[in-house]
């Protein structure tokens, strides 16, 4: 077996310090790591356990500050969250399942590898991910789940997360704590896409840890949902989602947040579609064109084409729905 | 199932358990050459017991504790755990295997390659002719030489002192390879050419009229090619053994669809007397066809022998993909003409789907349009096609799962374009003989079981245009198939009872648990046979020196047992009577004079002469009466047509955003003769329906076609359906007994998983307009 040594954190300075020496690797609830452990995609040689640190949720002036330690679970059921912030919620209750959702932190959510099949198949197959400039065996295969945004020769891997699409919708900011000190990044800035170094997934320096999720207050009178579009009814990776916050008046649109899941290597906030719906028309035809603005970037692949689409008609769905809520 | 009709059985099974239950009047035995004669059998004549009631399953309370134990749970001191290493390209030869990181790794006690294994005899496969009791699919050698045959093929075993130190081991074993051109999708085993499927030697082909000709003729047809995946089982349980030798003695636990067809076959592998080879199975966590032996059987009882120990072998959930296959890709052509007025008057069905040029093994697509629409012409043939895949294997209705998908949406499409309900087009199609060959049903009652269903499922609510009802985003629709499965008794089924001085009987057969109940449904028929209270009585099954041979294969294995304990329980009453001493109320009587009854014997013409067994036994001086007894050759087959028929009814919502679907609730109406337990019944009804749920919206194989790997080797990227893709499940039965069939029963378990996947596809075309003719349907073929 490949051995690696574990230790608890007490707190974050702690942490931070078992994690200095190279090939460390924080852990959290493990419902990813520890599935990667044994397929010896990821191989540490130290695991630090950081489910001991802060996992509070708390007011923080009007928005809410999340420990990185607090579970999927508790997130979603909690009430500020739910007030204040329904599509994390929404989007948390979404994903893997009861059971994963009790084990897994939001520090671990945000750092969860993609599903890509060609990832885990260390025998069978090529990915850049695991051996940086071998070649991906995902491009030329069944590529039906893969990305169709951001993504390039290198790479077709999607970010697999829920929560981190409503994260980026409800522009969150991620606390970290390194060697160096503290610094903040918004939840849009923490994935990097692949280029020609999908290995390289975050903006994270080695050893950093993240300590906590900020979300500012709610902008009033905007409305939110949550969908995601799936093989099947739950504990599936979403095909598409999108996750949107919108705010109209007198038929106008006065803000609009939305976020894309499924389409991309990263929580994809979908800015080109948000400038296109800011102070437009708030009916179906511009949600479309807003939608279509977005998708024009795609590069679909053999076997996902039908995402572009998909996401088209979901994002009009969405904002067409929280019209309707609006006016009924 | 309604919770109301859960509660109903509930209530029932209470009830049950509260009053004896037990026969009231004497049984008699079942005559000799019952087979063939119509209600021979007492129990298929409205008589009322234990049979028929909804029994809880006995075994519930040992699993729902956890102390079940299953194949992966046998603990031996000295066990050494194995692991597997597999092929990563189609087809070539090994140029080299290196195994010495693995050989040096931490408790590594052997690392088996073809290089120091020992010689082996080929697997023999599955004998079609019946003679020997094969039970593989693959009829390679097992790791005997340096070739590789398919993406996923066993290359090392390494056995470790646990688990975790194999499994890395194995994953340090590091091959180079050969490559040799590979046919690695169906698409070029399709080009490359295709043969006729045989089946016992003989081509499956079956050609009645001009089918081609009445096609052209009618005044309405549908001709359309509907194209099915690769799907693979998913048991719960994935495969194990356990294996020990003592000796020459070799004792397997496994989970496995045949005791001593597994212990004859590996017999043969070893080379060593089968009769030597013990395989117990009294769980098995989900079979489908996919517990048999598989080449982790071999492996596992080879590497125990090397190493001097008792072996583990529990494959991985990627394991049973690699190396253990499903149902096959396939593609075919439905063509049905009909009149005017609906009468079909040609039915084309052909197809191919792919198997392996080693062992090909049959997938029997068109034998689904074989026996049911009374049409003058048929054309029915499946061809196959060579790839260099994991080898397919028998799935839940071998031929039909998908074939049905195929007959019954192009019955539907032809309702349509008839402009008439489809379930009227059905009925007006029902025929009394099997329209193949001309032999009457033994007992057909579909024509009221689509009526049932119908009335019961609120089909009249239907709109007969379709994308016409709409909640919102969604598009609602009914759609409803056919389902099928012949009756089928296997040659070779015997049981043994014994009968104890305490008045107790314990029944032995060499038969499989899987989950449908199989112990305690036949205890109650047992119970019923010899009159006794259902606690009086036990049924040991799973264990290769218990009689019969028997496979839980084919929805065959009730009517097999039930076959032989019918014997059974006739030799067992004639011996009683041979021990009857002068002064007992039975004395004088013969065999067909008596029945069983209240414990013991009775004159059928006057009960109040009865003795108990204890008091027969007991006079007699005997601590116990032991008999065997043979199931007669499966004559009843010979001269009337036995399927179980039914209909299945789905609503389903698809969201015009979306193209998602979501089934909102679906209804099997069955007839399949007597239903021996409603619960043990419904569940095996709900599991298939479940399982064609699957194969309409979710499960497919996917295959890389450029080396022929398996993409998605994982229950997370294999998709069954999930609690929340499950609605509720409403079950009817007509519940008439077959007057052909043992107790009536003509076998349940393949029938419901074949209609539910054109009940789904017609139902998207009544909610969307849209007919989708390729499985599974996804949201992106709804767009």
Redesign the interface.
Known sequence: ??PFTYARAGDEEDAVRLAGTAGSTYLGGGTNLVDLL?R?VERPSALVDVTGLSSSIEDSGGGLMIGAAARNTAVAEHRLVRTRYPVLSRAILAGASGQIRNMATVGGNLLQRT?C??F??????RCNKRNPGEGC?AV???HRGHAILGASPACIAVHPSDMCVALAALDADVHLRGAGGSRLVPLTGLHRLPGTHPEIETVLAPGELITGVQLPAPVTGERSAYRK????????FA??SVAALLGVQDGVVTSARLALGGVAPKPWRAYTAERSLIGGPATATAFRAAAEAELAAATPLRDNG?KV??AV??I??VLDGLVREERA | MSDAHDAKLVEEGAALARRPGRTTTPVPAVPENWAGVAHADPLSRGHRGYVGTPLARLDGPVKVRGRAPFAAEYGYDDLAYAAL??S?IPKGRMTGLDTAAAEAS?GVVLVLTHRNAPRLNPQPGYDMSLRDPGIGFERLPVMQDDRVHW?GQPIALVLAETQ??A??AA?LIHATYAAEPAVTSFAAALAAGTRPLEIFGRRIRVELGDAEQALAASAVSVDETYRTPPHHHNTIEPHAVTVAWHGDELRVHDSTQGVLHTAWTLGQILGIDPARIRVTSPFVGGGFGVKVLWQHHVLAAVASRTAGRPVRLALSREGVFRMTGGRPPAEQRVAVGADEDGRIRAIVHTGAYATTRHSPWPEPLSMASQNHYASDAFVLDTSMAYADLVQNCSMRTPGSTIGFFALESAVDELAGKLGMDPIELRLRNETATNPIGGKPFSSRHAAEAWRAGAERFGWSRRSPVPGSVRDG?WLAGMGCAMVSHHYQRRPGGAARIRLTADGRARAEVAAHEMGMGTATVQSQILADRLGLDIDRVSVGYGDSAMPGRFLAVGSSQSAGIGGALLAATRNLMDELLKLVRDGSPLAGLTLAEVGAVNGGLAALDDPSRHESYESVLARAGRAELVVEGSGEPPAEMANVSMFSFGAIFCEVRVSS????T?VSRILGSIDCGRVLNPRTAASQFRGGIVMGLGAA??EET?????NG?I????L??Y?V?????VPPIDLIWTDIPDPYAPAGARGIGELSSTGVAPAVANAIHNATGRRIRDLPI???KL?
């Open positions: 077996m490949i044994r010896t599903r099949p060609y885990y198949d260390v025998a069978g197959y065996d030329g295969g069944p579009v799936r093989d099947r009814a739950s504990y599936a095909l598409v039908f689409e998909l008609r979901t009009t769905a | 290493a597999y990563t931490p993406n975790e130190q499994d890395h994953s985003e955003v979306t193209g998602e979501r919206l979710t996917v295959f890389d076609d450029r790997r993409v998605n080797a994982s997370g990227d998709h359906p999930a609690h929340l893709d996804t949201p992106e767009l």
